[in-house]
Every structure is written in C-alpha cells, then in structure tokens.
T-cell receptor, first 112, second 113 residues
C-alpha cells in the first residue's frame, strides 16, 4: 500500500513562530504537493515539487516555503505563522505524468 | 476566473436516484482529468480518471468534453455510502516539468433514505 505520512495530526502554534510540517512518502514518487483546505475554498495548492531540490509555486505560495532535500520527504515551512494560516494542510505524492495522487491524513494547524 | 469550477451543492437525493455533477476548467493546456472523493474529515481519494472517450466503473460514468472544457460525473442507483464530497481535478504540466494538480472546491452529495 502507498503510504504518505504527515508528522502531526494536530498542531497549535503561536503567531510569529516558525512552523515545519513534514511529509514522507514510501513509493518513490517524483511529485509531491502541499495543499491547504478551508471551508468553501476547497484544496488550494501552495507548492509542489517534481524532483529533489526542485520546486514550483502553486496558487497561494505567499507566507510559505518548502524544502525537498530527499526524494521521499517534502517539508512545508511557515516562516512566521499568522492566524490566517490556521487551516488543514494536506500533503500528496504521485509518479511523474498524469497519474493518481495519494494523500496523507492531513495536519490541522491552529495559529493562536 | 477560477481554474476549476464546480457547483458546491449540496445535492440531496433519495437512495436509488441518478445524480450528475459538472465541472468546467479554464486552461485549455490541461492534460488529464480526475474525479476524487472526500469523506468527512478524511483525505481525498481517487474515484476515477476521466477520458475523452468516456469511461465507466460500475455505477459511475465520467465524461470529458475538451472542446467545451467540461467534465462530468454520473452516479446511477445512488447508495447511502455515496454520500461524500466529489472533487473535480485537473492536471497540467508545470513550467519545470512537474505535474500541477488543481482541485475544484467540490460538490457535496447527500443520499437519503
């Protein structure tokens, strides 16, 4: 079975903190994605990566950065957390090409 | 204009009904298309891919019209277990060669007794 694992299910952080969300996949997928999901807005793409050290901005990259030092791991970084970054964050991975994406179970981040 | 647009619903239908969802996409360079299903408080999972020729998987039929940039999903003989949010997904090659997957906001389906 494909497994995409996100490091935390629930996280509470303070405004201004630097926050790291980690995602690991075990299927040797080239593509990895970070989305946030908010009621009424659906899943919005923050960043995606198609290879080690390669990344591309999604639709809402402001306030976020990413790191992909190893193929299996894709990290989302909130440089200075703000309350409007309170959301459900979902990581996904897929093979290169037009194939199925597999999701982690999500991290519910609350910034207070 | 949003890249992928769906009617948010909710669609409330009786068990056994046939229900259709529609989706439009704005970028004609989009290369592949999918329907995902998301249950409450769960992650999205692939329901089916969508091909120009149309494809069927049991009670589910998906159709793509590239000329109109329109995707549809038909569910026949609805079951209570079909209650979920259905997400239209469009794949386009990114500038660096990766795949950019863009999701619609989803259509909520509630199947009732």
């Amino acid at each position: 079975d494909v497994k995409v694992t996100q490091s935390s299910r629930y996280l509470v952080k303070r405004t201004g903190e630097k926050v790291f969300l980690e995602c690991v996949q075990d299927m040797d997928h080239e593509n990895m994605f970070w989305y946030r999901q908010d009621p009424g807005l659906g899943l919005r793409l923050i960043y995606f990566s198609y290879d080690v050290k390669m990344k591309e901005k999604g639709d809402i990259p402001e306030g976020y950065s990413v790191s992909r030092e190893k193929k299996e791991r894709f990290s989302l970084i909130l440089e200075s957390a703000s309350t409007n970054q309170t959301s459900m964050y979902l990581c996904a991975s897929s093979f290169r090409g037009m194939t199925e994406a597999f999701f982690g179970q999500g991290t519910r981040l609350t910034v207070v | 204009r949003k890249e992928v647009e769906q009617d948010p619903g909710p669609f409330n239908v009786p068990e056994g009904a046939t229900v259709a969802f529609n989706c439009t996409y704005s970028n004609s360079a989009s290369q592949s298309f999918f329907w995902y299903r998301q249950d409450c408080r769960k992650e999205p999972k692939l329901l089916m891919s969508v091909y120009s020729s149309g494809n069927e998987d049991g009670r589910f039929t998906a159709q793509l019209n590239r000329a109109s940039q329109y995707i549809s999903l038909l569910i026949r003989d609805s079951k209570l277990s079909d209650s979920a949010t259905y997400l239209c997904v469009v794949n386009k090659e990114g500038t660096g060669g990766g795949n950019k997957l863009t999701f619609g906001t989803g259509t909520q389906l509630k199947v009732e007794l």
